[in-house]
C-alpha cells in the first residue's frame, strides 16, 4: 500500500510519492491516450528501476479514463512466466467471463484465440498454431475497439510469459489505425523471460519509450520534511536523497525505517541515514517481520513462494497453519505494509516480495516450491499453477510429477504457446519420467521444438526414435526428424535415416515408402549425394497421387523433371498433380510443397503464387515458425522472378526473421541471402547486395542454397563489370552443377555470355548463347526463351529476335524481364537512328521497371528515351497490369465482395494495410469506388 503524499503545488491533493515530479510523464501518457482515441494507435513503455514509480503512473492513467474507454490491466510474475498466455488471459478473462459475450467476442478471425481461454484441462478440438492464436488475439483487440477506445495496461512487461509477450509485439505492429492504447512497465536491469522479444517490442513503430528520471533533491526534501518534520535540516535531506537515489519506494522505505527509530532530522543524525542505506527496503522488510509472530513470518514466506493473487487456504497450509491463524496472521502484514490488505493474498510490491523470497536459503526455496505444488493438486488448483510451481523445484524421480508436467506441456501446445510447452516438457523429461513414458514424453518434446528449434528438436526426436516401438509412431518420428535433418544441414544424416526406415517399413505400405522415397530423393537439393537409381514414379505402373506420400513423391519428381531436360508440358501437370486435392500442404509442413511449387515459378505459371499463398495461411494456423519462414522464403523468390520487388523484399525480410527466430545459421541464411541480394540488385542496390551476400552461412557446397548463392554472386560481379571475376566464378558454378542442364535453373551460358560480352569477345559470347538457345525453347516457359531471345538479339543486334522475345515475354508472368526485352529493342532501334519507333518499346520498359523499382533498367530507358529526343511520360504505368501481386490478390477479393476487414482477417495483415493497398490499386486502374473494382480488372 503506498502512501499518500502531499502536493507541493496544492496542500489538499493528497497522491501516492511515486507521482511527485511526475507532471512530464502524466502529460505523455494523456497526450498517447488522446491520439489513440482519434484512431492513432500508440505504445508507451515506462522503464526505469524498481521503485521508480512506474506502477503508480499506471494506475493514475487508469483512474483518469472514463467509462467510454475499455480498459483492461494485467500484472506479470516472475513465477509466471511460463504460464502459458498468462498475461493475455489477465487482460480479457474479466471480459470474457459471461458465456454470452465470450461467444460474441471470440468469434470470425477473433475464434482462433478460443484456445487460449480454454478451461484447465479443456481440450481443443485441434491444436492451435501460435500464429493462429496471436492472429485471433489481434482480432479480439481490434473488434473490442470497434466499439470504442481500448486501453491495456501490462505491469512489469519483463516477467511476461513468452506467449503473451509475443502478442503484445504482434498487436504493437499493428496499431496503426486501432484506437488502442497500450502502457507497459519495463524494469532496468532485469534480465526478463525473453530479452529479444523485449527489444522486438521497444523497436516496434508506435513504440515510445519513457524512461523515469529519480526525483529531484527538492522534491525529496519535500516528501522528507512532510513524514520527519518541516524542520528537518537541509544535510539530513540531501543524505536522504543519496542513500535512495532519488527512488520513490527506496526513499518511502527508509523513512519509514528512520522514523521507526524515532531518527530526528538533523545534520548530526546524518550517519543514521546512511546506516541504512541503499537497501532500505530488504532491510526494513525483514526488521518488519522480525518484530512480528511467527505465524506472520511463516504466512509471509508461503505468500512468497506462492506469488501474487495466492488462495489463503493454499497459504495457510503450506505456512503449517490452519486457516483462521492464517487469516489472523493477514492483519499485521497489511498494517506492515507487506502484504496487500484485500484478498487474494499478495505483497504491496515486487522488492517486497523478493525480500522475503531472497531471505530463504535455496534449498528451502526449492522444496518449498515442491511442496506448494503438492498443496495445489491436493486442493483441485488450476494445473498450470501446479506446473509452475513443479518448474521451480528439484526433480525428485516421482511419477506423478513428470505426468503432471508433460501434460501441462502438451496443454500449452494446444493453446499455441510453444514456449511454455517445450519449458513444461524439458523439465519432465529432467524429472525423469517412467520409462514406458520416455519415448513418447521425447518426441512430444522435439515436435514442439521443431516449431521454434530445429537443434533442439533433432537431438530429442532422435532419441525418440531410439526409444518408440509403436510403428505408426515410429515413421511419424523419422519423417519429422528427417525435414529438420535437412534444415540444420545435416543431408547425408537425413538420408540414411529414410535408408533405415525403409528397410524396416512393409513393402506394402505405399504410402509411407512413397514419402520416405521422397524424402531420399530431395535431399540431393540439399548438398547431399545424388540417388542413381530410377523414382518409383518412373517405374511404377498405374497413376499415383492416391496418398499423401505419393502426393510428395510426385513433387520431387516434378522438381528433378524441371532441372534435368523435360519440358514444361512433361513438368507442370506431374507439379499440378501432386497440389491436386490440397492434401499436401496441410500434411507435409510446406517442405515437399515447395519443391511441387518451385516448377511451376520456372514455368511462369500464376498457380505458383496461390500455392504459396494458400501454404502461408496454412503455416499460420498451425503455427510452425519453420513453414513461415520457409513459405515466406520461395513466396518471395516467386514474386523476385515476376518482378514484383518491393513485395518481394517484404516477404524475404519476413522470412530472414523467422529464421532467426527459429534459430538456424546455415542452409536457410545462404538461401535468404541469395534471394534477398537479387532483390536489391534489381532495385539498382549494388552496395546492400553485396552486404547481404558477406552474412555468414554453413550452407553445403553443391546444394541448391550455394547455386542460388553462387548466382547472386556472379550477377552482382557483372552488374558491377567485373568481368574477369565474373568468369571465374562462372567456370566453378557449371561445374558444381554441370547435372542441372535447365537453363531456367542453371543459367551458366548466359551468364558467361555476359561476361565475355563485357570483354568484347562477342563471338565467344554470342555462341554461347545460340547453343542455350535450343535447350530453352526445349524447356518451353516464355520467361526462359524470351530472356535468351533478347540476349541473342542484343549480340547479334537482330531487331527480328528482339521482337519475338518482347512478343513471347509479354505472355510471361516476369515483368522486369518483360521491360528487358523492351529497353534492348528501343536502344536497338534508337542506334540505328528509328527515334521514333524506339520510343515506344522504350517507354513501355521505363513504365514497367518504374512501377516495380527496377532503378537500373528506369535510368537506362531514360537516358535512351532522352537521346530519342523524347522523355518520359510523367504518369506512371497504369492498368492491371502495374498492380503488384499484393495489390492484384486484395484487388481480387475486395471484387469478389469482400470487406477490408474480411480481406485483412484472411491474408493475416491489419485493415490499414488493405486500405493502403486499395488506395493504390484505384489510383492505377484509374477508378474512384469499390463498385468499379470488377469491370476495370476484367478490363486488364
Known amino acids: 500500500m503506498t502512501e499518500p503524499t502531499t502536493s507541493a503545488a496544492d496542500p489538499e491533493v493528497r497522491r501516492p510519492d511515486g507521482l511527485v515530479d511526475r507532471e512530464r510523464d502524466l502529460a505523455v501518457l494523456e497526450a498517447a491516450s488522446a491520439r489513440a482515441r482519434t484512431g492513432d494507435g500508440a505504445l508507451v513503455v515506462l522503464e526505469g528501476p524498481a521503485g521508480i514509480g512506474k506502477s503508480a503512473l499506471l494506475a493514475t492513467l487508469r483512474d483518469q479514463l472514463d467509462a467510454s474507454v475499455t480498459t483492461l490491466r494485467a500484472r506479470a510474475g516472475d513465477l509466471e512466466q511460463d504460464f502459458p498466455f498468462g498475461v493475455v488471459r489477465q487482460l480479457f478473462e474479466g471480459l470474457l467471463a459471461d458465456p454470452a459475450v465470450r461467444e460474441r467476442r471470440l468469434d470470425g478471425a477473433a475464434a482462433t484465440a478460443a484456445p487460449v481461454f480454454l478451461a484447465p484441462g479443456a481440450a481443443a478440438t485441434e491444436e492451435a498454431g501460435a500464429f493462429a492464436a496471436l492472429h485471433g488475439l489481434y482480432w479480439l483487440t481490434a473488434d473490442l475497439a470497434s466499439d470504442g477506445p481500448v486501453v491495456l495496461l501490462v505491469d512489469d512487461l519483463h516477467w511476461c510469459d513468452p506467449a503473451s509477450l509475443r502478442f503484445l509485439v504482434y498487436l504493437a505492429r499493428r496499431l496503426d489505425g486501432l484506437p488502442v492504447l497500450l502502457v507497459g512497465t519495463l524494469r532496468t536491469g532485469e534480465t526478463g523471460t525473453d530479452a529479444h522479444l523485449l527489444a522486438e517490442l521497444l523497436a516496434a513503430p508506435q513504440t515510445e519509450t519513457l524512461t523515469l528520471a529519480p526525483l529531484t533533491p527538492t522534491a525529496t526534501a519535500g516528501l522528507v520534511r512532510e513524514r520527519l ?25 527508509l523513512l519509514r525505517a528512520l522514523e521507526s527509530d524515532r531518527v530526528a532530522p538533523t545534520a548530526e543524525r ?3 541515514v546512511l546506516e ?12 518488519r517481520l522480525a518484530r512480528l509472530d511467527a505465524d506472520a513470518l511463516a504466512l509471509a514466506r508461503a505468500v512468497a513462494l506462492l506469488g501474487d493473487e495466492a488462495d489463503l487456504g493454499v497459504a495457510a497450509e503450506l505456512a503449517g497453519l490452519d486457516r483462521a491463524r492464517a487469516a489472523a496472521a493477514t492483519g499485521p502484514l497489511a498494517r506492515a505494509e507487506i502484504l496487500r490488505p484485500e484478498l487474494p493474498l499478495g505483497f504491496v510490491h515486487p522488492l517486497v516480495r523478493d525480500a522475503v523470497y531472497l531471505e530463504l536459503p535455496a534449498g528451502e526455496r526449492a522444496d518449498g516450491h515442491a511442496r506448494a505444488a503438492e498443496i495445489l493438486r491436493d486442493h483441485g488448483a488450476d494445473p498450470r499453477q501446479t ?12 511419477d506423478w510429477v513428470a505426468d503432471e508436467l508433460h501434460a501441462a506441456g502438451l496443454d500449452a501446445a494446444t493453446r499455441g504457446a510453444p514456449e511454455s510447452a517445450v519449458a513444461h516438457l524439458r523439465r519432465a523429461l529432467a524429472e525423469p519420467p517412467a520409462a514406458d513414458r520416455r519415448g513418447r514424453l521425447l518426441f512430444d518434446l522435439g515436435r514442439t521444438e521443431a516449431l521454434s528449434d530445429g537443434f533442439a528438436a533433432v537431438e530429442h526426436l532422435s532419441a525418440a526414435l531410439e526409444e518408440l516401438r509403436e510403428p505408426l509412431v515410429r515413421v511419424q518420428t523419422a519423417l519429422a526428424l528427417i525435414r529438420l535433418l535437412i534444415l540444420v544441414n545435416r543431408p547425408a544424416d537425413a538420408q540414411q535415416l529414410c535408408r533405415r526406415m525403409l528397410a524396416e517399413v512393409p513393402a506394402d505400405d505405399v504410402d509411407v515408402r512413397s514419402s520416405l522415397e521422397a524424402f531420399e530423393r530431395i535431399v540431393a537439393f540439399f548438398g547431399g549425394p545424388p540417388v542413381l537409381t530410377p523414382s518409383s514414379f518412373e517405374t511404377r505402373p498405374g497413376p499415383m497421387g492416391a496418398t499423401v506420400g505419393e502426393k510428395r513423391l510426385l513433387a520431387v519428381a516434378a522438381l528433378e523433371r524441371c532441372f534435368t531436360g523435360f519440358g514444361v508440358q512433361d513438368v507442370v501437370p506431374v507439379a499440378l498433380e501432386a497440389l491436386d486435392g490440397g492434401v499436401l500442404i496441410p500434411a507435409d509442413d ?19 503464387l496461390a500455392v504459396f499463398d494458400e501454404a502461408l495461411a496454412d503455416a499460420h494456423r498451425r503455427g510452425s515458425q519453420f513453414a513461415v519462414l520457409g513459405v515466406h522464403l520461395w513466396r518471395g523468390y516467386t514474386l523476385l522472378r515476376r518482378g514484383d520487388l518491393l513485395d518481394a523484399q517484404a516477404s524475404l525480410e519476413r522470412a530472414d526473421a523467422g529464421n532467426r527466430d527459429w534459430g538456424d545459421d546455415g542452409v536457410a541464411v545462404a538461401y535468404v541471402a541469395a534471394m534477398m541480394s537479387e532483390v536489391r540488385r534489381e532495385l539498382g542496390d549494388l552496395a546492400g547486395a553485396a552486404q547481404v551476400l558477406d552474412r555468414p552461412h554453413g550452407a553445403p557446397p553443391g546444394g541448391d542454397a550455394m547455386r542460388l548463392h553462387d548466382g547472386a554472386r556472379i550477377r552482382l560481379l557483372l552488374a558491377d563489370r567485373r568481368s574477369e571475376e565474373a568468369l571465374e566464378a562462372i567456370d566453378r558454378y557449371a561445374q558444381m552443377l554441370q547435372a542441372l542442364t535447365n537453363p531456367a535453373w542453371n543459367p551458366w551460358r548466359s551468364m558467361r555470355a555476359e561476361a565475355l560480352a563485357q570483354l568484347g569477345r562477342t563471338d565467344e559470347a554470342r555462341a554461347l548463347v545460340e547453343e542455350e538457345l535450343p535447350i530453352a525453347r526445349a524447356w518451353g516457359a516464355p520467361s526462359t526463351v524470351g530472356r535468351t531471345l533478347r540476349q541473342l538479339g542484343e549480340l547479334r543486334r537482330d531487331e527480328g529476335l528482339l521482337r519475338e522475345a518482347v512478343a513471347l515475354l509479354t505472355t510471361s508472368t516476369q515483368r522486369i524481364e518483360h521491360a528487358r526485352a523492351l529497353l534492348a529493342l528501343g536502344t536497338l532501334l534508337r542506334r540505328e537512328r528509328r527515334p521514333a519507333e524506339a520510343r515506344d518499346p522504350l517507354r513501355e520498359a521505363h513504365e514497367l521497371a518504374a512501377a516495380r523499382g527496377a532503378t537500373p533498367i528506369v535510368d537506362a530507358a531514360r537516358a535512351e528515351l532522352l537521346a530519342s529526343g523524347a522523355r518520359p511520360r510523367a504518369t506512371a504505368l497504369s492498368g492491371v497490369a502495374s ?16 470487406t477490408n476487414r474480411d480481406i485483412a482477417q484472411e491474408l493475416y495483415v491489419t485493415q490499414k494495410t488493405v486500405e493502403v493497398h486499395l488506395s493504390s490499386t484505384y489510383r492505377k486502374l484509374g477508378i474512384g469506388s469499390r463498385r468499379e473494382l470488377v469491370g476495370a480488372l476484367a478490363d486488364g
Do not use: K, M, W, Y
Open 883 to 898: 498492380l503488384t501481386a499484393s495489390e492484384r490478390r486484395v484487388a481480387d477479393l475486395a471484387a469478389a465482395g469482400r
Open 590 to 608: 510446406t517442405f515437399l510443397t515447395i519443391a511441387a511449387a518451385i516448377p511451376l515459378v520456372e514455368a511462369d505459371r500464376d498457380e505458383a
Open 270 to 272: 546524518v550517519g543514521a
Open 387 to 398: 506446473a509452475g510451481q513443479l518448474l521451480l523445484s528439484p526433480p525428485r524421480a516421482v
Open 276 to 287: 541504512v542505506g541503499p537497501r532500505a527496503v530488504s532491510r526494513t522488510v525483514l526488521l
Open 229 to 253: 518534520g518541516a524542520d528537518a535540516d537541509d544535510a539530513f535531506c540531501v543524505a536522504c536523497h543519496d542513500a535512495s537515489g532519488g527512488n520513490p519506494l527506496l526513499l518511502r522505505q
